[in-house]
Every structure is written in structure tokens, then in C-alpha cells.
């Protein structure tokens, strides 16, 4: 076998390999002559079947398999004989030996990994966010429990902040109507930030029956292409004002958050409990933010574009599978243009690529104890945690994620050594970004 290697551009590689016919002649004749002692034919007893009736039955599909067969090991043993590290999937151009010839002939087009060195963080300054959660943090957490769990009362006022609106409403651009500007009957409640804020303004102050007419420019990045940027007219009539009524924290209140004797006292203590793992798991992930930003300003990586394309495809298709958890199933001919993953593919492959290598440099593999621990954490949340920990121990490949996420707290422990660690208070609506 021969094989050159050429740098066509950047991270992209071609490779030009000739193996030798001879050795793929005496493939084709080693597998037909194996076929030939099981072969069943019509006229024939099995493994009486001549060889050459074998030889023109099966001949053109054995030598397409051999030859197939001969291309991956070949490629295989170039590649690791050049010592090259592939990316994505390489791209293979061969053509079918002209008659006569003395080798197969094919090529390769491929991108390998780039080289390269983390670079040095100890200039960059991350800040350890803290909070501590308290009796003001649970009080907030329930009344937004509360909130959730609120009935409405129709009321004959103008409208105001946390009340739920029934509305209709009809938008035209230029004096045409524009698809998504019409609705009936609509119900929003004022203030939780679902409505453009042009928009919510017009309906505070309303009373049930009232219509009015007001402007809406639309944002220039605003989601719909076709309006963005451009002012609408909208008519809008409210047919109902409803004002939240909040239950009460009781007895029943805690039995409907899953404590059996209603005791509210060990409701709270439930409800601190989770919100005491649900605010550390947010501060690590902050924490974790800018340690990778970190990381990512000190280290250029020139990315392979194949890599980038195969991560755009998995966010399409995580994409696809949020909308169908949500009841929206999307068909395969709905258009999810690449370039809006494009962004966040990059970054993701960047980070693949600095993580492993600052882990081999630097030993930050996870290991079983840590990995054990994340899995205890996470099964704690759960009714039955011992339930939990045997269903991720029972399929190694489901440890994965843990294993992934245990290995990303130890870079963030490695880089808050080497880099400049501030701590910084956070606020609790900040931290779970809850409006002010």
C-alpha cells in the first residue's frame, strides 16, 4: 500500500492511497471459495455448486464488499501510521479499477484536530458568587408557589399588575392584517412579561368592555422576521378583569406540595431543603460560566468546520425533541436554518476541545468516588433515592452526563487555584432571575 498525505488548506487533509490489485484478487477468491462450500442453487446438492457458476453469481457483489473492506483498512493504517487525528467523518472519492490496472486508487478528504495549548488564565479574575438561603428566600419561593396555584375573580376595576386579562385583539401594518395579529379571546396576566412592553403598558388601566387602538413597533431582532422592526397599529377590547386570589399557607396548602400531615413547619423545611441544592447548583453554574469564557478568551482554537456541522445538527435535532416534550411536534420538512446554531456549535466544539485537553494536562478525570457522590446529589431530590442510584449504575452509558458534569467541576476547581478568585455576593431574585 501507498499513501501520500497533502495540506490542502487550514485543519483540511487529502489522502491518496494505491493499494495493490493482487492483494484484492486474492480476497475475492479466498471469500467466494468459502461461499462456494455452503452455496445452495437451484440443479445443485449444497457445496456442489461449481465455482465458476459461484464465481459469475456472487463475483461482482463479493469484490464491491472486499473492496469496501479494503478502503477502511487501508484508510485505517494510513492514518495511524501518519499519525494523524481525524474529525468528523472523512469524505471518500475512489472509482472502479480500470482494466488492466495494477492498484485500487482512492482518496480521502478529511479535517484532523488542531494543535494547540491551553492558555494561561492566572491574569483573569472569577468571581465565586455566594448566597445563603434564609426565611426571606423561602417566603419568596412561596409566594410564588402561591402565585402559581392562584384562582381569579372577575372584578369590575381597571386593570393592574398580577391581574388576568380575556382579551381580543386585531394588528394591521400599513393598513393589512399580518399573520399572528389577530387574536380572540386571549388571556394574559399583566406583568409577567410574556407580552411586548409597549403592548402590556396599553392594557393597564383597562376595564371590561373598554377597546382601544395604540401603536407596537415591533423589535428589530424580534422573532418574526416578517414584523420585525416595523410599527403596528393594534385594536384591542378587554372582556374580562379577574384579580388573583392567593391560597393561604395552611394545612392544605402543605398537603398539595406533597406533605401528608400538613404540617407547615416541615413544609418550610422541605421547601428550604430543595432550594438550598436548586441555589447551589445555580452558583456552581455561574461560577462555571465565566471559568469557561475564561478559558476560551485565553485559548484561539482553530475549529474543524466538520465538527461544528455535526454539533449544529444535534442542536436541531435537541431542538426538535424540546418542542415535541412541549406538544409541538415538529415535521421533518420544517425549516431550523443552521446558522441559528451555528454560534453555539462553535463555542460547545471550542470548549470540547480546551476541556479535553487542560484534563489530560492536568489529570481532571472524574473519578468514582466523585462520580458516585453527583449521583447520591441527584438522587436526593427523588422519593426514592436508592431507586435512583441502582437505575444509573445499572447502564454504565448512563453515567455519562454525571461523569461530564463531575468533570467540568474539577476544571472549575483547577481554575479557581490558578486564576485571580474573588468571592461576590449574588442577590436571590438575580440569582434565580426573577423579575424585581
Known amino acids: ?32 471459495k468459502n461461499i ?30 472486499v473492496l469496501g473492506a479494503t478502503l477502511e483498512k487501508s484508510f485505517g493504517d494510513a492514518v495511524r501510521d501518519k499519525n494523524l487525528r481525524v474529525a468528523g467523518y472523512p ?15 482512492y482518496s480521502a478528504t478529511f479535517e484532523v484536530y488542531p494543535e494547540f495549548k491551553v492558555g ?16 426571606a428566600e423561602v417566603d419568596k419561593t412561596l409566594n410564588i408557589m402561591r402565585k402559581q396555584r392562584a384562582t381569579y375573580d372577575a372584578v369590575d376595576r381597571a386593570a393592574q399588575k398580577e391581574d388576568r386579562l380575556q382579551i381580543s385583539y386585531k394588528g394591521t401594518i400599513d ?16 406583568g409577567e412579561g410574556r407580552l411586548l412592553p409597549d403592548f402590556e403598558a396599553a392594557l393597564a388601566g383597562m376595564k371590561k368592555g373598554e377597546t382601544k387602538s395604540f401603536d407596537q413597533k415591533f423589535p428589530d431582532d424580534y422573532h418574526g422576521k416578517e414584523v420585525a422592526g416595523k410599527t403596528a397599529r393594534f385594536e384591542v377590547t378587554v372582556s374580562e378583569v379577574a384579580a388573583p386570589k392567593l391560597p393561604e399557607i395552611d394545612a392544605e396548602f402543605a398537603k398539595s406540595l406533597g406533605v ?10 422541605e421547601v428550604k ?21 475564561a478559558l476560551l478568551d485565553v485559548t484561539p482554537v482553530d475549529v474543524p468546520k466538520s465538527l461544528i456541522e455535526m454539533e449544529t445538527q444535534a442542536l436541531q435535532e435537541q431542538m426538535r425533541q424540546n418542542f415535541a416534550a412541549r406538544g409541538m411536534p415538529v415535521k421533518d420538512d420544517m425549516p431550523m436554518p443552521a446558522e441559528i446554531f451555528t454560534a453555539q456549535a462553535q463555542r460547545r466544539v471550542s470548549l470540547g476541545l480546551i476541556l479535553g485537553e487542560l484534563v489530560r494536562a492536568n489529570n481532571l478525570h472524574a473519578r ?20 435512583v442510584v441502582k437505575w444509573f449504575y445499572s447502564q454504565p452509558d448512563r453515567l455519562r452526563d454525571i461523569e461530564s458534569v463531575v468533570l467540568e467541576e474539577n476544571v472549575v476547581e483547577w481554575a479557581l487555584g490558578v486564576a485571580k478568585a474573588e468571592d461576590k455576593a449574588v442577590t436571590f431574585d438575580e440569582l434565580m432571575g426573577y423579575n424585581q
Open 1 to 32: 500500500m501507498q499513501a501520500n498525505l497533502e495540506t490542502l488548506s487550514g485543519l483540511e487533509r487529502k489522502l491518496s492511497v494505491a493499494v495493490p490489485l493482487s492483494e484484492i484478487d486474492v480476497e475475492v477468491q479466498s471469500r467466494l
Open 36 to 65: 462456494s462450500r455452503t452455496a445452495k442453487m437451484p440443479g445443485f446438492r449444497p457445496g456442489k455448486v461449481p465455482f465458476k457458476v459461484v464465481q459469475q453469481q456472487y463475483g461482482a457483489s463479493v469484490r464491491q464488499e
Open 91 to 105: 469524505k471518500f472519492d475512489a472509482a472502479p479499477p480500470a482494466e488492466g490496472a495494477a492498484d485500487f486508487h
Open 120 to 135: 494561561d488564565i492566572a491574569a483573569k479574575t472569577i468571581d465565586r458568587v455566594k448566597l445563603d438561603v434564609g426565611d
Open 175 to 190: 393598513g393589512t392584517p399580518f399573520e399572528g395579529g389577530t387574536a380572540e379571546n386571549q388571556s394574559v396576566v399583566l
Open 260 to 269: 401528608a400531615d400538613g404540617d407547615v413547619t416541615k413544609m418550610r423545611g
Open 273 to 293: 431543603a430543595n432550594l438550598e441544592r436548586e441555589v447551589k447548583q445555580r452558583l456552581k453554574s455561574k461560577t462555571k460560566e465565566q471559568v469557561m469564557q
Open 368 to 387: 468514582p468516588e466523585q462520580v458516585r457522590a453527583a449521583v447520591d446529589l441527584q438522587a436526593q431530590s427523588y422519593e426514592k433515592p436508592e431507586e
